[in-house]
Every structure is written in structure tokens, then in C-alpha cells.
């Protein structure tokens, strides 16, 4: 297995546009998970998903952000639209843990964003 | 209230010098602990969970229920254990969630 597949693995973009990020979790995995990762902030969970289904979104920043799962191999996150301060490494994790299994979480290589 | 709690930002010791990265939480009940580890713009890792009583890399982590820590331990510090280390709980109340601690950095100096 590759283990978590995310894309692109770095992205540049300007303020005012359309980021989307995607997320190829390990077969098998029915929770997936979306963090980001600031030096200020630290690590911080954005939304996770069970099943496909959206669980807790409690931690998704403001409207401009959404997470969609159509199915149980893929996921993206779109910011629209980006600003600056939403530079961070945005990571996506998947666990087995919706199927009563470990709890413990694989995660992605992660995508860097940078908005001028 | 914060559940996990890694009091230090920063922990720098020199090569051969016993590592200490505190982790403490608190949780009702039984949790399941663990450490991460993120090499320098690599991925977190799972280094080890407290279930499994194992060694990964030199490192060891007891959890005291007691006193409801989670410490990572090494006797001598090697170069290549320089890294960012997170401390992270599940639990029932948590769903499958896990929540992290914010971080340890550890710099192992020559």
C-alpha cells in the first residue's frame, strides 16, 4: 500500500483564488481526517469523516473552507477564497477506527500552501 | 481545558545525553496514548502507543495513570532523534478523534 495519497504536494497561489486539495486515504481506512499545521498554531483538527460522512467540522476556520468525501477513496478540501493567513501545511490522515479497529492515525506527506 | 499538555516548546541536549519529553493529560476514564513523530517536512509517524509496550528507536513511554503522564524516554540521545514529537489521546469521549499536544522540538546537538 502507499499509505495516504495527498496532491499536490506543494501549491502557490494568490489571495481571491479557488485552493483544492486532495486526500487518497489507505484502502480499507473508514475514518479520514484533515488537520493543518501553522508554526503558531501547531497542529489543529479541521474536519474528520467516518464512513463518508462528515463527523465534526468544529475546527473548519470559517466559511471559505470546505471538505467534501464522495466516496470512501477520496477527499478534498477547498478553500474559496484564499487568503494569506492560510499558509500552512494541510495534512490528511486516515485510521481504521471506523471499523473497530486501533485508533492510531497514518498520515499523508502533506500539502504546502503558500497565498501571496 | 486543555487535555493534553507538553510543556515544552524546545528541549535541546547534546549527543549521548539522556531525552525526558513530558506529556500529560487529562481524561476520565481509559485512554489510549501515543506518541508522533515529524521529521523535518516529512510526515507524522506513529513512534509508539502505550498499548504495545515496545521500544521503537531507542525510545520508551510508560503510562502512569497516577499521575496521568505519558513521558518519552531514550538513554542517549542520538543526532538523527532531532524532530518535532507529539503527544496524542484517544479516548470513547473522543470518537476517533485524536487530540494532540502542541509540540515538543527536540535538537540534539554534536
Known amino acids: 500500500d502507499a499509505g495516504v495519497i495527498q496532491s499536490p504536494r506543494h501549491e502557490v497561489t494568490e489571495m481571491g483564488q479557488e485552493v483544492t486539495l486532495r486526500c487518497k486515504p489507505i484502502?480499507?481506512?473508514?475514518?479520514l481526517f484533515w488537520y493543518r499545521q501553522t508554526m503558531m498554531r501547531g497542529l489543529e483538527l479541521l474536519i474528520y469523516?467516518?464512513?463518508?460522512?462528515?463527523?465534526?467540522d468544529s475546527g473548519m476556520p470559517e466559511d471559505r473552507f470546505s471538505a467534501k468525501m464522495p466516496n470512501a477513496s477520496f477527499s478534498t478540501l477547498k478553500i474559496q477564497p484564499s487568503e494569506p493567513r492560510d499558509s500552512a501545511v494541510y495534512f490528511c490522515?486516515?485510521?481504521?477506527?471506523?471499523?473497530?479497529?486501533?485508533?492510531?492515525?497514518?498520515f499523508g506527506p502533506g500539502t504546502r500552501l503558500t497565498v501571496l | 481545558a486543555q487535555r493534553v499538555t507538553q510543556p515544552e516548546k524546545l528541549l535541546s541536549v547534546f549527543k549521548g545525553a539522556p531525552v525526558e519529553l513530558k506529556c500529560n493529560y487529562s481524561y476520565s476514564g481509559s485512554p489510549e496514548l501515543f506518541w508522533y513523530v515529524q521529521y523535518s517536512r516529512q510526515r507524522l509517524q506513529l513512534l509508539l502507543r502505550?498499548?504495545s509496550r515496545e521500544s521503537i528507536k531507542g525510545f520508551t513511554a510508560d503510562l502512569n495513570k497516577g499521575e496521568t503522564s505519558f513521558h518519552l524516554k531514550k538513554p542517549f540521545a542520538q543526532e538523527e532523534d532531532s524532530a518535532m514529537y507529539y503527544c496524542?489521546?484517544?479516548?470513547?469521549?473522543?470518537?476517533?478523534?485524536?487530540?494532540f499536544g502542541a509540540g515538543t522540538i527536540l535538537r540534539v546537538k554534536s
Open positions: 484502502s480499507g481506512h473508514n475514518s
Open positions: 490522515a486516515s485510521s481504521p477506527a471506523g471499523t473497530g479497529g486501533t485508533n492510531e492515525q497514518f
Open positions: 496524542a489521546l484517544s479516548g470513547p469521549s473522543y470518537g476517533n478523534k485524536l487530540v
Open positions: 502505550h498499548i
Open positions: 469523516f467516518n464512513n463518508n460522512v462528515p463527523i465534526d
